[in-house]
């Protein structure tokens, strides 16, 4: 065999744009809103419970959940203090592709990457 077609991870890289921003931002203020709800019934069932095992599991939840909407909250803060046309990583694909006997496997391995302005390739880079 000659040849084998391998996998390697591809970086999405989106630039930010007026656009993109507006959307990420109600997408932030959607998981926001969902984790507050999730919370406010959280602690409704704590002061509904006697039990007290139940009660330290819901405390527990209520913890994570009160966390997790202080990560989203920062994470939303940063994203928003970004300024428009920077490039940020947005997710990874994999890419298949073809090494042969006499290809340069470092330069065909090297990080590859796709840069999209709302939602349109503009560059792959490999």
Do not use: C
């Amino acid at each position: 065999m000659d040849k084998i077609f391998i996998k390697r991870s591809v970086t999405v890289k989106t630039i930010l744009t007026k656009k993109f921003k507006e959307e990420t931002e109600e997408e932030f203020l959607r998981e926001i809103a969902l984790i507050d709800d999730q919370i406010l019934q959280t602690e409704s069932r704590i002061r509904q419970r006697q039990d007290t095992v139940l009660s330290n599991e819901l405390s527990h939840k209520l913890e994570q959940l009160v966390f997790l909407k202080q990560e989203l909250v920062d994470h939303h803060n940063d994203f928003d203090r970004l300024p428009l046309e920077e490039e940020v990583v947005t997710g990874m694909l994999d890419n298949y592709f073809e090494l042969k006997i006499g290809d340069n496997l470092y330069d065909k391995v090297k990080d590859a990457e796709i840069v999209v302005r709302d939602g349109i390739i503009e560059k792959i880079k490999l």
